[in-house]
């Protein structure tokens, strides 16, 4: 839900400065998930602004996490925006601004033996990619027909199973 509002509240620039842009007026968010040999591969990505990295290398510095005279690579300086407290936004409101969001995120996902990955191009829009181990996509189900419809029920949710011959399933809706 964090990695939504953030392509809202940070990537997606307003209609009138799309436009000055040459983008379309309204801006996209894509969401995907597949499978990546023993992983879910969770990909949310804008084709807003991108994440301006002269300014989270500022905020580095100015916050101490940094030397001045550091060469990380873009990339490497992107991982400073999943810090605890750590905002470039000048103002804050109900959804941006505060530093709080993509540090719980990349917890919650370390805590789950995942990695998160942040790809980001001036311009173009940003991606953050979910890596899970696949196991956690599995549960337990018990299959269930009717007609030629079938359903997986999880099994956390199954109080009791009974046997029933359809007639007397019948003559009980009957």
Known sequence: EHL??????????????????????RGTIEISIRRSGPEIELLVSDDGAGIDIESVRAK?????????D???????????????????SSSV??????????DVVNHEIKKLNGDLRILSEAGKGTSFRVNLPFTLAINQS????????LFAVPVSSIYGVIRMQPEKIAKQLA
């Open 4 to 25: 939504l509002r953030n392509a809202v509240a940070h990537g997606i620039e307003t209609p009138d400065k799309r436009l000055e842009a040459g983008k379309p007026a």
């Open 60 to 68: 580095a510095i100015s916050s101490n996490l940094l030397k001045p």
């Open 70 to 88: 550091s060469d990380l690579e873009d990339e490497e300086v992107l991982q400073f925006i999943l810090e605890s407290g750590f905002s470039t």
């Open 93 to 102: 409101d109900q959804i941006s601004g505060r530093g709080v969001g993509l």
């Open 142 to 149: 018990l299959l269930i027909q009717s007609g030629d419809d």
